[in-house]
């Protein structure tokens, strides 16, 4: 049996930033950056997708529950087990997830079309240079107390234009029944739908067009269309 997989292209609604250093979980400094063919580019990693994914899903996880779709034992088939999320406690924490996620590739809207017409593998398409997809942003953190400038309180962000796109696939590794497997495909496209209401990015969420390859479901296929039909810049 062919691999399933789901193909998405993301576009963010504001300028996003993405990383893993400062001000919590996320980058101030710099945007995450990847090499290919000698091209430095702006990328997200897959543990950052699959985060994003993850929160998604949870947060409708007791909604996909009573809609039969997916419930915790799904969940952490899917996503791997955690600690964190108080529904789905495991004791055992090492056993892999059910998915494999590609580098997030930052691509224009050029390439975009190439996608929507053909929808290449992600390793297929070419990214923007980082020189062209990223600007920096100056700020000033406030004292709380009289909202004026604190001392030595200058900072910048690498943020990318939000003009750009995400392009990433996910890849299902390992073996479910049928049944199952329409409904985690269920389960991951619901988590999609969230990002348009939830960051996929600090002060960023977003829209997106799906392509899903590999699962012959009606009910898929009426999910993708929904979504799709619903971003005006998803079709060729």
């Avoid at 930033?17 to 101030?28: I, P, Q, T, V, Y």
């Avoid at 809609?67 to 924490?93: H, N, T, W, Y």
């Avoid at 009289?146 to 990318?160: P, Y």
């Amino acid at each position: 049996m062919a691999t399933p997989r789901i193909k998405v292209l993301v576009k963010p609604l504001l300028p996003p930033l993405w990383g893993s250093w400062g001000r919590g979980f996320e980058a101030h400094v710099l945007t995450t950056k990847c090499i290919d063919k000698d091209v430095v580019y702006p990328c997200v990693f897959p543990t950052y997708i699959k985060g994003v994914l993850r929160r998604c899903a949870y947060l409708v996880l007791d909604h996909m529950a009573r809609l039969g779709i997916a419930d915790s034992k799904l969940f952490v088939k899917v996503f791997g087990p955690s600690a964190i999320e108080d529904k789905v406690r495991v004791s055992i924490l090492d056993e892999p997830s059910c998915v494999s996620i590609s580098v997030g590739k930052i691509v224009s809207e050029a390439e975009v079309r190439r996608i929507l017409s053909t929808w290449p593998r992600p390793e297929d398409v070419n990214p923007v240079p980082i020189h062209s997809a990223v600007f920096i942003e100056p700020h000033v953190r406030l004292r709380d107390e009289t909202w004026t400038a604190a001392e030595g309180a200058l900072f910048t962000e690498e943020k990318v234009l939000s003009d750009l796109y995400v392009y990433f696939g996910i890849e299902f590794t390992c073996n479910l029944g049928s049944d199952e497997l329409v409904k985690a495909v269920e389960m991951l496209l619901l988590s999609l739908v969230m990002t348009r209401y939830e960051p996929v990015a600090r002060g960023s969420s977003a829209e997106v067009c799906i392509h899903v390859e590999n699962v012959g479901s009606e009910e898929v296929e009426s999910i993708v269309k929904l979504i799709n039909s619903s971003t005006t810049w998803c079709r060729v």
